[in-house]
């Protein structure tokens, strides 16, 4: 099982970022996705989630409108478009997934079985 995350890096506030997560070793499909970002000194929190078949998204309050989260089974891949970047949004940016349906409950860190080891967004001033 495989949760590998990229597309992390340095950029200026106000651009845009996309994130990757591909998946190997399971069947993705039947999974939920979410990302989670992790600021230092901070808990990790939520980002995006999104469900099995990509027909239901969730979002923190704090990207809502910013962030688009999206999902493609075929090739095994999630992903996190991120605009018009905040420096508050620096954190190393984990992929997560779970066979729990209920985006509500879904926020939780806790209902994620397999995690991604990460990617750094800096998002500067």
């Known amino acids: 099982v495989q949760l590998q995350a990229s597309g992390g890096g340095l950029v200026q506030a106000g651009t845009s970022l996309t994130l990757s997560c591909a998946a190997s070793?399971?069947?993705?499909?039947?999974?939920?996705v979410a990302w989670f970002r992790q600021a230092p000194g901070r808990d990790r929190e939520f980002v995006a989630g999104?469900?099995?078949?990509?027909?239901?998204?969730d979002y923190a309050d704090s990207v809502e409108g910013r962030f688009t989260i999206s999902r493609d089974n075929a090739n095994n891949k999630a992903l996190l478009q991120m605009n018009s970047l905040k420096p508050e949004d620096t954190a190393i940016y984990y992929c997560?997934?779970?066979?729990?349906?209920?985006?509500?409950?879904?926020?939780?860190?806790?209902?994620?079985?397999?995690w991604g080891q990460g990617t750094l967004v800096t998002v500067s001033s």
């Open positions: 997560a997934v779970s066979l729990g349906l209920d985006l509500a409950t879904l926020r939780s860190r806790y209902e994620y079985v397999y």
């Open positions: 999104i469900t099995w078949s990509g027909r239901n998204t």
């Open positions: 070793g399971f069947t993705f499909r039947s999974y939920t």
